[in-house]
């Protein structure tokens, strides 16, 4: 699947992320799926689930941790 440029996200998008980390690996074995983490793009930053709870972080921090 090819990059997304920023510029192109909308409000609602659903990011899929492919995290190669241990634990994200360990994701991907469990449920089957290609991908080991989503968020939600509120059309300035990400919502996300990660290990400090339910967060709101700009777009450059979510995909470089993803």
């Not at 609602?12 to 190669?20: A, I, N, Q, S």
């Amino acid at each position: 699947m090819p990059n997304i440029a920023p510029s192109d996200l909308k409000h609602g998008d659903v990011l899929l992320y492919y995290g190669t980390s241990l634990v994200s690996e360990l994701i991907r074995q469990f449920d089957g799926s290609p991908y080991s983490h989503a968020s939600i793009y509120d059309g300035t930053q990400i919502f996300e689930a990660i290990a400090e709870g339910c967060v709101k972080r700009p777009l450059a921090t979510s995909v470089s941790d993803g």
